[in-house]
């Protein structure tokens, strides 16, 4: 096989790849900011911000956010400690316990989250009657049992993060420590915590994203206090407005800076650590030129650049009015409306004429009162009907009239498109 | 004590190693097994009116299970077909969503895992800013994108390839579409931490030694890959399995999930012994299933998690 054609043919695979893995979030991002009333990218009505005034005015958003922040962080503390003692346990645990125990605590990654949901429902329902406690108790506290769901397979993820990383640590370090005199807590403290910072760091942030985006354990568990997962769930369920994508917005906005923030600074580290092993010996005893920011750091260009954009966005929204772009669709929308009357008028008309000549052959002494009246046909089932057999002969045009006179002058017509 | 328990505490001392042990055990044992087991004994009692718990009405049954597969007694049917045919729907639903994303995933995997680059580092941030989205929000995205005045739809039509729009949310597309898009990070990353393992050489050997490039993959990368593809496989099956928001987001008004019967007999009937009886058949169909396959494909199970 021609290299050069596998070699196009995997970078059009990787093209396509990722266009479905993140077409959809550009997409989101962009029904942000158009002002059709339904969430879409086209027909494009008016560039608008009025989304994000109506995100940050919904007071349901607001609490969910909040009850998000409560949960994300007991959720954190909880896993976090828990996964650091799993991982402890494992390096230490018996080995004949060793298999099952990792079976154990890696099981919760693989339940299906309604189960888990369900399971602690139930469980700490079952405690809260044998404690014969009221319905009101701590133990059946949405928050509380929110936390406790999530943290039973969050922290599983944390146990895997930090267990990689205690595989490395030299355990000859704490003995040290402990010959030396310091006690069990303080060899911890001070040796083994610095070393598991990084991972501990990684780990409290995984575990407040799973936290934050979880849907299928909470919503069992929430009780009274909604995340902001389960309110998005519920509004995406019922009907769904932009203001969900300015939200999404934020979110993807915010996830690309802190991923490029951290690629910038990992790069950065990078950079120095090769400038530091260059560097000669003179250089060292001396000032030592690091690499600054930016030289030959793509992430941090990209970061600034993006810094950059969100002011000038923001900055723009700030002074930016769409009251006459949508006043303008809106004018154009009653004109295409206006026209469909104008057309619905003239068909009527040319239908009515129609009748009338057919009317005109049959039965000529006869004139009909509602052929005086612009809206004849409205009525002309009841008038009609009465009188002779026309009406019946054509059913199929008499209630479509009707309805599409009804449509023209209801008031919810004009509005249908937004 | 135990001599297991007496080197533990030696070594993490007294205070530490009680706090350590205390921390376990109530995530083993109070977050994991106890709850399951709650959730096992529940689902087979009867539901009662709080106040007759624990009472004489209070005794096992096999009700809960039975109405699963002979639907409410005195029915006009002998099965409920309604929920079994939601329930096989599920699992072979959940099956193709894998066998598809594992076919679209290992390209990329191989790709990731043997080439080597600054660039790879981009493309695994942007493998996992999707991840990071909110789930419900990725939904959201795709239900734009495959609304009925949604973008393909209006691209699709506005280039006259279809008359009328076509309904992808009926037609279940949309779901599957998005089952597949929620899962893909996990398929790629088991496969693509073996791949990156394997030693080129032994590509380059197959090479030279005159494999064409499809016996390459079947008798070199995809034997060595496959610890990383079946914990791939198995995390999205169960995911896919047990997805709750993508069915409630993306599925057709009348197509129902297995998760959302259980989610309904909890939040709409309030039968929860009955909700639980329909988790429990869920969770250990799925895993039998799982096991099932290792079998057939010869996993350990130590291999899976790696």
Known sequence: MNMSFLRISIWVYLAIFFAYLLGPLVIMSITA??????????????????????????????????????????????????????????????????????????APILIPGVVLGISTLVFWDRINRMLGLGADSFLSNGIFLTVIGQSTFIASYCMLVLVARLQRYDLALTEAALDLGATHAQAFRKILLPFMRPAIASAAVLAFLASFENYNTTTFTFGEYPTLTIELAQKVRYGITPAISALAFIIVALTVFFALLNEAKLKRQELVAAARKEATVEELAGKIKLPSFFSGNMAAVLLVMFAVATITVVGTAMAYNPAQCIADVKE?????????????????????????????????STPKPSNNSGFGNVFAPNTLGGQDDESSAEPDNQPSGNSGFGNVFDPNSLKTDE | MPGFLRDFFNRNGFGMGLAILGLVLFWTIGLIILPQLSMLDFSFRPNLPPPEIGGPKDVYTLENYKYLIYGPEGGSQSYNAVDLRVFFRTLIAAVCVTIFNLIICYPIAYYLGQSKGNHIRIFAIMLIIPYWINEILRAFALRIIFGETGVLNTLFVGLGIWDTPFDFIRNDIALYAGLGYAYILLMIFPMYNVIES?????????????????????????????????????????????????????????????????????????????????????????????????????????????
Not at chain 1, 343 to 361: F, N, S, T, W, Y
Not at chain 2, 231 to 259: H, R
């Open chain 1, 33 to 106: 900011f158009n002002s059709s009333g339904f969430p879409r990218m086209s027909p494009w009505e008016c560039l608008t911000f009025q989304w994000f005034g109506e995100l940050f005015q919904d007071q349901r958003i607001l609490n969910g956010i909040k009850n998000s922040l409560i949960i994300g962080a007991g959720t954190v503390v909880l896993s976090v400690a828990m996964g650091l003692a799993g991982a402890l346990m494992l390096t230490q645990i018996w080995p004949k316990l060793r298999a099952t125990y990792y079976t154990i605590i890696i």
């Open chain 2, 198 to 306: 394997l030693d080129g050489n032994q590509i380059e050997a197959a090479r030279d030694l005159g494999a064409p490039w499809w016996r390459i993959h079947w008798r070199v990368v995809i034997p060595y890959a496959k610890p990383g593809i079946s914990s791939g496989c198995t995390m999205v099956f169960m995911l896919s399995a047990g997805a709750l928001a993508a069915p409630q987001i993306l599925g057709g008004p009348s197509s129902l999930w297995f998760t959302q019967l259980i989610y309904q007999q909890f939040n709409d009937n309030n039968d929860w012994p009955q909700g639980a009886a329909y988790a429990i058949v869920l969770l250990v169909t799925c895993i039998l299933f799982v096991l099932a396959m290792m079998r057939l494909f010869k996993v350990n199970m130590g291999d899976i998690g790696k």
């Open chain 1, 332 to 364: 154009e929308k009653r004109l295409e409306a206006e026209q469909r009357i104008q057309e619905l008028r003239k068909q009527r008309e040319e239908q009515r004429k129609q009748r009338e000549a057919e009317q005109g052959d049959a039965q000529q």
